[in-house]
């Protein structure tokens, strides 16, 4: 399962992707999980990971540009779906010492603003 993994804890290589943790699959494909996050930080909290070891967005490891782009197909379905049924979407991933979990992983998530509150900050100046 772990390929170029560390010695380190990588809860999405050793729980949520073989099920020691159950997981709530939102979609999946033969190298891609995702699921809603589980202890989640807003409303609607997905997260969108290889289902091999990847160490980070800057440091693909053995999965490559190849994985990276089936990884981020299933971050643009995700998104596309929050969007559709939220109103918006937030994605982010984080590197170097934000990085708190050392395998690739995007969150996608609807902070849970209203349509009025989300044009309210955002003014939507290009549209």
Same mark, same amino acid.
């Given at each position: 399962?772990?390929? +170029?993994?560390?010695? =380190? ?5 050793? $729980? ?14 033969? =190298?891609?999980?995702?699921? =809603? ?23 693909? +490891?053995? @999965?490559? *540009?190849?994985?990276? +782009? ?5 971050? $643009? ?6 969007? *559709?049924?939220? +109103? ?10 934000? $990085? ?11 902070? @849970?603003?209203?349509?009025? $509150? ?10």
């Amino acid at each position: 399962m772990t390929s +170029g993994s560390s010695a =380190e804890s990588d809860f999405y290589c050793h $729980q949520a992707i073989p099920g020691t943790t159950p997981v709530t699959v939102v979609a999946e494909t033969e =190298e891609v999980l995702a699921f =809603e996050h589980t202890n989640p930080a807003y409303p609607v909290h997905v997260v969108v990971v290889p289902k091999v070891h990847v160490p980070s967005l800057v440091d693909l +490891g053995d @999965g490559g *540009e190849k994985l990276l +782009g089936k990884v981020m197909a299933v971050v $643009q379905q995700v998104a596309a779906q929050m969007e *559709e049924e939220h +109103g918006a979407a937030c994605v982010t991933t984080n590197v170097g010492l934000y $990085q708190e979990s050392r395998h690739l992983h995007f969150h996608v998530y609807h902070r @849970g603003e209203s349509e009025a $509150q989300i044009l309210a900050t955002y003014s939507h100046h290009d549209s």
